[in-house]
């Protein structure tokens, strides 16, 4: 996973750093005929500056590790209703991105959009999708797995927390995945403030990791990475607090994340609506082909952000 405060001209999509959720495209093939999407396609290979559209420009810079896909939200793009814009982007080179799906969002509750930033007051935003079927309307289809085993996965947030008490380790998420197979999200990340100890939780599949450590402050910028490392030995998650260790677990299995049908929940958790996130997010990236070490926030390009990002 990696996340470069760079700003790369020649590419636009891509902007200076961050990054949240990733995971990883199994393959990439031909198919007879793609399907329809909902919205707006722009496919085959013109990543000029003209073709990217507004919800796929992201400031943070992606540097593939293989080919695959990234789900971006940026909060600079609206559609109908003033509903924030996502977009899944392929990759079919590691060079840069060839195809482009918009992925309109929802906003629930207490959102504020300024800037480029989204402010959460007991507010959230849901991104419904099916990955494997936007792939394959892609020109030519890309063809993705119902379901799949990552070894890695990384996620990473960074911004500036509110400082509400919680009583539920699930409450203040940042970011979750949860297929409509799943009656539980197979990713998260959480920072609870519990009994005035405040709290890192990351979960995948069901299985938490927990840290408990008076560093994380609310009301200053911070940057949060959980790392899942698929080996060579065995499977471990690791907490870091502006890129310095917190914690690591072990032994922990690979990540099953399905394709065919979930949704992205910005600032909540599905399982529960009412556990919603206090705080402002700038960008939220869930990519699959990211690969690197974590940036360090730099308080003078960002003020206040918070993405998600996962690596494979």
């Excluded at 409450?171 to 405040?198: D, F, K, Q, T």
Aim: proline letters at 9%; a neutral charge.
């Amino acid at each position: 996973m990696v996340v470069l405060r760079a700003r790369l001209y020649h590419y636009p999509v891509m902007k200076t750093i961050r990054a949240f959720l990733s995971l990883t495209l199994v393959t990439i093939s031909l198919v007879s005929a793609p399907l329809q999407p909902t919205v707006a396609v722009y496919s085959s290979g013109s990543a000029s500056p003209s073709a990217i559209p507004a919800a796929c420009v992201t400031r943070t810079r992606i540097q593939p590790r293989t080919p695959g896909w990234v789900f971006a939200l940026n909060f600079d793009a609206f559609g109908a209703e003033n509903a924030p814009l996502g977009c899944l982007m392929l990759y079919r080179t590691v060079l840069a991105p060839t195809d482009f799906a918009e992925v309109p969002c929802k906003a629930v509750g207490n959102v504020a959009f300024s800037n480029g930033q989204a402010t959460f007051t007991n507010g959230y935003i849901f991104c419904g999708v099916n990955i494997q079927e936007r792939l394959a309307a892609f020109s030519p289809p890309a063809v993705v797995p119902n379901r799949q085993s990552y070894p890695y996965f990384t996620l990473i947030a960074a911004g500036t927390l509110s400082n509400a008490l919680h009583t539920d380790p699930r409450s203040n998420p940042i970011g979750v995945y949860r297929a409509n197979a799943e009656s539980e999200p197979s990713i998260g990340l959480y920072v609870p403030l519990l009994a005035n100890v405040p709290e890192m939780r990351s979960e995948f599949n069901g299985v938490a990791n927990v840290t408990a450590n008076n560093a994380i402050d609310n009301d200053i910028p911070l940057t949060f990475t959980v790392d899942h490392d698929g080996g060579p030995d065995v499977y471990t998650v690791t907490h870091f607090l502006n890129d310095s260790i917190l914690s690591t677990f072990a032994p922990r299995g690979p990540v099953n994340f399905y394709t065919n049908g979930g949704a992205f929940w910005i600032g909540v958790s599905p399982s529960n609506l009412s556990r919603t996130f206090s705080g402002t997010l700038d960008e939220v990236i869930f990519d699959p082909i990211d690969g690197g070490r974590p940036p360090t926030f730099q308080h003078a390009q960002h003020l206040q952000f918070v993405p998600l990002a996962v690596k494979q």
